[in-house]
């Protein structure tokens, strides 16, 4: 892992966990962020990292969203919004990411984990009521639902 000092999501990360930011959720993210500079957006939304775990090949998120049936593709696809969601500011300013990100600190410790990864990120997509995490609620994937299925992939390893 390395630190994540010089990325746009540095300021949304605890001191607490300094560089813990796993490499696979790193790459989700920085997907999310391409995505929404090509969707001519200048923050980032909940939304763009569910995109970038869509395009992502590896991380416990994915194993999961997988496991539950979501795949790459037109299902995916459909999570977009079809608006432009509002918002002031830069990149760290968007409230619902923001409150992504609290929730994916939480949700880590509550694991008792050092780290944030894709289980993390998605777990605290899926406790806000971003339009992501609506859709996902929609198609059964629930915090309670993705919190078993992180137990059940921890226990195995």
């Known amino acids: 892992m390395t630190g994540p000092q010089n990325e746009w999501y540095s300021s949304l990360i605890p001191d607490t966990f300094g560089d813990q930011l796993t490499d696979r959720a790193r790459d989700v993210l920085f997907v999310a962020r391409r995505h929404s500079n090509d969707c001519g957006r200048h923050f980032t939304t909940p939304e763009d990292v569910l995109w970038g775990f869509t395009r ?3 991380g416990m998120a994915i194993s999961i969203l997988r496991d539950m049936g979501l795949t790459h593709g037109p299902t995916f696809d459909e999570a977009e919004p079809e608006t432009p969601i509002p918002c002031e500011g830069d990149r760290t300013s968007n409230p619902a990411l923001q409150e992504m990100f609290s929730s994916a600190v939480q949700q880590a410790e509550a694991f008792g984990h050092n ?7 998605l777990l605290g997509l899926l406790s806000g009521n971003s339009p992501a995490a609506l859709w996902l609620r929609q198609r059964g994937i629930d915090t309670a639902a993705v919190r078993a299925k992180v137990d059940q992939l921890m226990n195995d390893h």
């Open 56 to 58: 992502s090949s590896s």
């Open 115 to 121: 780290y944030i990864g894709t289980e993390h990120l």
